[in-house]
């Protein structure tokens, strides 16, 4: 988190917007400065396919995964994936996006992603 900061400075901007409080999924989901934050504080359920809300339509891509090695994760998440929005209202934002492979397999483990907007969506 305190790499994320040094690169996007997302401490220092404005209010956090959060989409998703899911109590029952155990689940959080924020936007800031251009950053979309997922955590997963679930002891034992996993999702394969997480639709969160977000406001800028585009392309995402993971830019920290808790699930890397270095931090101690099974590298169950493919870091190199490319999430594309989908122009429809989702959580109070005009626009969603499927998260995949945002699963925490083992007992005691969460996951955080954070995924950054990349570029604006492609014209058909």
């Known amino acids: 988190m305190q790499h994320l900061e040094q690169e996007y400075n997302w401490l220092d901007s404005p209010q956090a917007w959060v989409s998703l409080k899911n109590e029952v ?16 504080f679930h002891p034992i359920k996993s999702f394969t396919d997480y639709r969160v809300g977000v406001n800028v339509a585009g392309q995402y891509k993971i830019v920290l995964s808790t699930d890397d090695k270095q931090y101690g994760g099974f590298e ?37 992603l954070c995924i950054r907007y990349t570029s604006p969506p492609e014209r058909a």
């Not at 999924?25 to 950053?35: C, M, P, Q, S």
């Not at 169950?76 to 945002?102: H, I």
Request: without cysteine.
């Open 25 to 40: 999924d155990k689940t959080i989901v924020f936007e800031r400065a251009g950053l979309l934050f997922i955590f997963n």
């Open 76 to 112: 169950n998440v493919d870091v190199n994936a490319t999430f594309v929005t989908t122009p429809l209202e989702w959580n109070g934002r005009k626009n969603w996006l499927q998260v995949s492979g945002f699963i925490a397999r083992h007992r005691i483990r969460t996951l955080s």
